[in-house]
């Protein structure tokens, strides 16, 4: 249930705390329509996206959403959730943004009425002071982010702040706040026409050599899911292929269990209701090939996930089909293709602009400041480890962990995958 709304110190704004999923339903309207006009809403702040990622995630931790108004408007919104987790082997009770950790959400951040957003970002530092946490853990703000800018500015970085004095409410305690880059977000700005583009892509030469030979194939087609009924097969596809690729590669970090794929059944279904989702496959031989998961949301091109039949990769399918995707985004004049988190080599090689994603913490209290001092001490130990090893040794460590992960839950041995993460010739 909700907490009583309070009126916010020296403000007519109040604020009130959603703490169950009844709550937010109850407010999905306008939480909708503040997403749209906001200028920090996007796609992984809408309802669509957030009430089903709770009704998945949500096990074990409890809602704290602040809804911040002025008489029956909605003014601002920060979704958020408590759990009680171990940070450095400390018990620590943490509030995090709704979406954090699982499925990869970017530019999490408060949503703001334009035109309101200094004072909504105060009202919402004051309520949020009054929940019980020791570490306010953000991960996921835009680094250009004004709110992320208006938390430097209250605590500077590493220098114990009074919360009274910052503006958080609740007992007056000492805050300490921590802040780290996080994922490179790369991005197409999509200028002029398609055509223009491909000349100033380096590999446009092998692209087309791929498409005319995959053109020239019997039974090639490509198919977008757009319509609840189209993504339920869809979304099957998208799976199957998804899983075949990072079977392959070691492990998908975006996808990583049932849970995750019962999230996106129930997430394409309600973007494509709202005429967001544009779920690409790829055909080659009347057989699904190569899978995008894209989202259209203000203007944008989301291109959250992708897959493809490993039998096909020498044919260059995901390459074909991520120019069919930048070639429709053009076509349908959106303003920006973004790729989301992630610094693969292919993204680099078609984008032509980059923005940050960072991480702050507010560490507050004296557990706060405790579990911040062991996890220093416990980074330091693990990154002193991680520069003796060779680099080498360390990313085959890394894609063994991801292809035990995997083969786990497709019932195949731990020591198999090991030995096909290091090269053992078990393949």
Request: charged share 25%; aromatic share 10%.
């Amino acid at each position: 249930m909700s907490a009583a709304p309070q009126a916010v110190q020296g403000s007519a704004l109040r604020s009130e705390v959603l703490r169950d999923a009844t709550a937010l339903l109850r407010l999905r309207g306008a939480w909708e329509a503040l997403c749209e006009v906001g200028e920090a809403g996007c796609l992984f702040l809408t309802p669509e996206w957030l009430i089903p990622w709770w009704e998945q995630f949500g096990a074990g931790r409890e809602l704290c959403c602040i809804a911040i108004s002025e008489g029956e408007r909605l003014l601002g919104f920060l979704p958020l959730f408590t759990e009680v987790t171990r940070v450095a082997g400390m018990r620590v009770r943490r509030v995090a943004f709704l979406g954090d950790g699982a499925t990869g959400c970017d530019y999490l951040d408060v949503l703001a009425a334009r035109g309101r957003e200094t004072e909504v970002r105060a009202a919402t530092l004051e309520a949020l002071g009054k929940l019980p946490w020791d570490v306010c853990d953000l991960d996921g703000f835009w680094r250009e982010s004004p709110t992320a800018h208006f938390l430097a500015q209250r605590f500077p970085n590493g220098r114990g702040v009074s919360s009274s004095i910052a503006g958080l409410g609740g007992p007056a305690t000492d805050v300490l706040r921590d802040a780290r880059l996080r994922f490179v977000c790369p991005h197409i700005p999509l200028t002029g026409t398609y055509e223009e583009f491909l000349l100033s892509l380096g590999r446009r030469e092998n692209l087309r050599r791929r498409e005319k030979w995959l053109h020239r194939q019997p039974g090639v087609s490509v198919e977008v899911a757009r319509t609840p009924e189209e993504s339920r097969i869809a979304v099957e596809r998208f799976l199957e292929l998804h899983r075949a690729r990072w079977s392959v590669e070691g492990g998908s970090g975006g996808l990583t269990d049932e849970r995750h794929e019962a999230f996106h059944r129930v997430a394409v279904q309600t973007l494509a209701e709202r005429g967001w989702l544009r779920l690409y496959t790829l055909f080659a031989a009347r057989r699904p090939v190569a899978s995008v998961y894209g989202v259209v949301h203000k203007r944008k091109f989301l291109y959250y996930q992708s897959g493809y039949d490993p039998a096909w990769r020498s044919k260059s399918v995901g390459l074909v089909l991520l120019a069919h995707t930048v070639r429709d985004a053009f076509a349908e004049g959106l303003a920006e293709f973004d790729f989301l988190r992630g610094d693969e080599a292919y993204k680099a090689e078609w984008a032509r602009a980059d923005r940050w994603t960072i991480q702050m913490r507010l560490w507050r209290g004296a557990r706060g400041k405790a579990v911040r001092a062991a996890q220093k001490t416990a980074l330091f130990a693990r990154e002193s480890i991680k520069a003796a090893i060779p680099a080498a040794a360390l990313q085959a460590a890394r894609r063994a962990r991801r292809l035990v992960r995997t083969r786990r839950r497709e019932g195949i041995g731990a020591v198999f995958a090991a030995l096909r993460a290091t090269g053992d010739g078990t393949e």
